[in-house]
């Protein structure tokens, strides 16, 4: 075990000022069979009384002009009736990125429009697959054709940032298919996109449909074999991967996600968002109708928080910075967690470098090419000392 030094506090950068703004619309249409974030149908709930708990939520921050980045996820934060969504964004502070994920089958040119008039300035689109068949298996209400309109009416209403969500592994998929979707993402011009295999979360129809025997998952040499085939193809197009599942032309990579892969304090509302804030992590209770109640009566919303140790923070900054590509700026790491990391994580680092798969240069390591579709299970190394 590696021996913790105590980490010099005056050399240490710890900012407490929130830079990041998550909010959390825990709604959607229908759930997806694969989807294991926290929402409800929106039929069994009242969208205005969400908001305006959300609202009186954001408003016990003091959030001023330190806030650098919003993002708006879910769920679905598009299934909103209009004039809710439109207030929501009203009463968010202004940002240099403001990003709002949307269901392709749930936006119109008025609605898009009207967004970006009020200070969105990124769209994240959950198109998942390029093929009707796949879409249809991961139970997406929208078609393929519904992906090619939002992209277009977004650039017409003056998007200049668009990102697509991409899903790859889902059975009954195969590298032709993933090259398919692969090519219709780059060819719709988009300046961002996010490749994700399919996962199989706890408790949802698709973990069940695989524990029965209904679904069987691809093998994991198809699954590396697709993540492989998004970096190279993605290369090829001009998309520079910049974390383990995100590419963007450069200039684009989202700024708000880096806030969390820099371990860098971030505010989130709403029901089951998290927080991160003064070295503590927080999550707020996952049930829209006691979330309501707790923010009616001026309650406290936090269902679970933790004070971090600065190992412990020194272990989640290694972590989080290893999914870049760029990794542990190594200066940056002693100067934000009075660490030094080559100390630290000495044995792992050794013994990844041994294997090829961690390298150290320009004051930085980060994991190389052959790591990456075993990222999770090199990353663990880091997670405690």
């Not at 205005?48 to 919003?70: H, P, Q």
């Not at 439109?86 to 269901?103: D, H, K, S, Y």
């Not at 009416?153 to 990102?163: A, C, D, L």
């Not at 309501?292 to 972590?319: R, Y």
Request: charged letters at 25%; proline letters at 4%.
């Amino acid at each position: 075990m590696t021996q913790i030094k105590n980490p010099n506090h005056e050399q240490r950068e710890a900012s407490d000022t929130p830079l990041a703004l998550y909010v959390h619309i825990p709604f959607c249409t229908a759930k997806c069979q694969y989807c294991g974030f926290y929402s409800e149908p929106i039929a069994n709930h009242n969208p205005e009384k969400l908001i305006s708990a959300i609202l009186k939520e954001m408003s016990r921050y003091d959030l001023g002009g330190a806030v650098r980045t919003v993002y708006i996820g879910g769920g679905s934060p598009s299934c909103l009736p209009e004039e809710q969504l439109l207030r929501l964004v009203g009463e968010c502070p202004e940002a240099e990125e403001f990003t709002i994920e949307v269901n392709p089958g749930q936006v119109n040119e008025k609605i898009l429009g009207q967004l970006r008039q009020a200070g969105v300035n990124r769209l994240s689109i959950g198109a998942q697959s390029f093929n009707q068949s796949e879409l249809d298996f991961l139970g997406r209400s929208h078609t393929v054709g519904c992906i090619e309109k939002a992209v277009r009416q977004g650039r017409q209403t003056g998007f200049e940032n668009i990102s697509l969500d991409l899903i790859f592994a889902i059975p009954g998929s195969t590298i032709k298919s993933w090259k398919y979707s692969l090519k219709s993402a780059i060819d719709l011009g988009v300046e961002h996109i996010s490749a994700y295999s399919l996962t199989y979360e706890e408790g949802t129809p698709l973990q069940k449909a695989v524990e029965s025997g209904e679904v069987v998952p691809l093998d994991e040499e198809t699954d590396r074999a697709m993540y492989e085939t998004a970096i190279d193809e993605l290369a090829k197009a001009g998309f520079e991967q910049y974390e383990i599942s995100n590419f963007a032309r450069k200039g684009f990579e989202c700024r708000h996600n880096l806030t969390y892969w820099e371990n860098k304090p971030y505010i989130g509302i709403g029901p089951a968002a998290s927080s991160y804030t003064k070295g503590i992590r927080s999550t707020n209770i996952a049930d829209i109708k006691k979330y309501i109640e707790l923010i009616e009566t001026d309650g406290d919303t936090i269902a679970e928080s933790k004070v971090l140790s600065p190992a412990e923070i020194a272990c989640e900054t290694a972590v989080l910075n290893l999914r870049r590509r760029c990794g542990i700026d190594l200066e940056e790491f002693k100067k934000q967690t009075g660490f030094d990391a080559m100390e630290l994580f000495a044995e792992p680092i050794e013994r990844h470098k041994k294997a090829g798969l961690v390298k150290i240069n320009d004051g930085r390591c980060f994991l190389t090419y052959k790591a990456l579709p075993i990222a999770d299970s090199i990353l663990c190394d880091f997670s405690s000392v």
